[in-house]
């Protein structure tokens, strides 16, 4: 990427980048000090509104107090992609599918026409900022985003989503501080959209239920695969795909899909809220099942083409852990990193860090082979006195604990099959709940994926839940041998943690493999028996780590239930009073905000407040 010269602009002696990601989705913002992450949360967490695409006003002005600076203190305001670029896309894709496209263009018009085209000016309007403005391409951004904060100096980057303002899908290059796009995909053609196809004929909300197909492929067989691959999609053995458009709907009218491809797999899409049958579960399976083998095929020709060690991935696709656990154990790299805020939430650290290392040209730097992320525990936090202030004005009642006796407490309450939310420190970036924001709970119990997904998420009850386990003992329980602390990567259970059971005995079909109990933490084995592993670590999160010892150290297991602080439809915890509303309208046993333990049966009910099951939108 090529910025006017006359842009330029010296380096002071401290250097503020703000990166701004907003107008599509997960809208969020970053705030990078020479270089160095200082705060990053998406808007959604402070408006409540779940995957939030506003312009972010409430995550940049939290990222300015964290550093305790004003608007005036900015030096470069980065925007994730260049929206005149877009623009010209969606004109073109109208009027190649003319007549039909009218429609979808028409409905685009509004937004476009009210801030989108005009996205300079709204963000020096909102910010009351004059200085400098860039905008990185979108898969510039992404790209960014997974290189940069990575514990590599050297790699090959792949970027994978839906669509940017072009480009569906890269790979190049970053050596030290300079990232080279070599090749890309452009629209239609798109894993992304694909999967997100398919996530709308099986009756889950696009760009929010991807996680929910992926989730229950495992309860089904790739058996339409063949058809996916025969008609759908022409794959090349270099990864390189394009998708026959007369059976998608996306690039002119208002759906994802349409008749042709309702014919092709002999229904119409399911209705969201329906019944799931075992051939819906089928389909799951086997799009999950082509996901991996387009991804695969791309890895393998990046790997051959580019030599690197290292591997750094990114964009919306980059979080389908199923497919990076292939990847992970099926390519040649060494080592892979996933950042974290694969979605457009990491567009405003990608962009930030370009314009810090590529447009100002500052080296990058690892220290001790680590990433840049802190964990990914970049949002806001609260101290004592203001939770205790909180709980005395909501007449919660509570006890303190010393520190020295937080660990020991929950994890005799964990071991007594309690359920907890837990609140502590600052807040994760992205979209896992990493033990800042979690609700966790006893990953041995044969019973917790029923009670925490019908009673307290109120989800579907085929989804997953991941497990925390220490890190020096993940080897022990997952077939993985790296650290994976993002919760990015999907492995088997260890063999040796499994029961009698094996697929030639299991004859139970669909939901009803759920009631299969599969290992010695069944609450965290998926029907595959597979797990989304999340290692904790001492440096990175002392006191999640030290809870999670203590239950080790009292029932000989290293692993527990980690999920996030949040139930379906709203967006994870951010505030103690977001917490505490979480808390008294599930089925929750405990809450410890911070040092302060609360009990269920000990509290009054809320007063006058709302009908929260019917307040947030179901996805």
Known sequence: MIFPEALFKEKTNIMYILGISAFY??????????????????EERFTRKKHDMNFPAKAIEYCLKEAGITINDINYVGFYDKPFIKFERILYSAFQYAPIGIGMFLKAMP????????????????????????????HESHAASAYYPSPYTDAAIITVDGVGEWTTTSYGIGEDNKITILSDIKFPHSIGLLYSAFTYYLGFKVNSGEYKVMGLAPYGKPKYAHIIFEKLVDLKEDGSFKLNMQYF????????????FDTLFGDKPRKSESKLTQKDMDIASSIQFVTEEIMLRIVKHVYKLTKKKNLCMAGGVALNCVANGRILRESSFDNIWVTPASGDAGGALGTALFIWHQYLDNKKVVIDNKDKLSGTYLGPSFNSSEIEKFLIENKANFIKL?????????????????????????????????????IIADARSKNMQLIMNQKIKFRESFRPFAPSVLEEHVSEYFDIHQESPYMLFVADVAKEKLTNFSDNQDDKCGLDKLNVIRSEIPAVTHVDCTARVQTVNRDENPLYYDTIKKFYEKTGCPVIINTSFNVRGEPIVCTPEDA???????????????????????QAELKNDIDWKNEFELD
């Open 111 to 138: 937004p476009w026409l009210k801030q989108k085209l005009f996205t300079r000016k709204v963000i020096h309007k909102e910010l009351k900022y004059e200085g400098e403005l860039l905008f990185t391409e979108h």
């Open 402 to 438: 010393e520190n020295s006796e937080l660990p020991g407490k929950i994890a005799d309450l964990i071991s007594e099959e309690k359920v907890i939310g837990w609140f502590q420190g600052r807040m994760e970036f992205g979209p896992r709940a990493l033990g800042a924001r979690s």
């Open 249 to 260: 709907n996306y690039g002119a009218g208002l759906t994802m899909t349409n008749s042709k």
């Open 25 to 42: 989705h997960d809208s969020a913002a970053c705030l990078v000090k020479d270089g160095n992450i200082v705060a990053a949360a998406q």
């Open 580 to 602: 505490f509303k979480c808390f008294m309208r599930t089925n929750m046993d405990y809450l410890i905000l911070g040092n302060y333990l609360l009990e269920k049966e000990e």
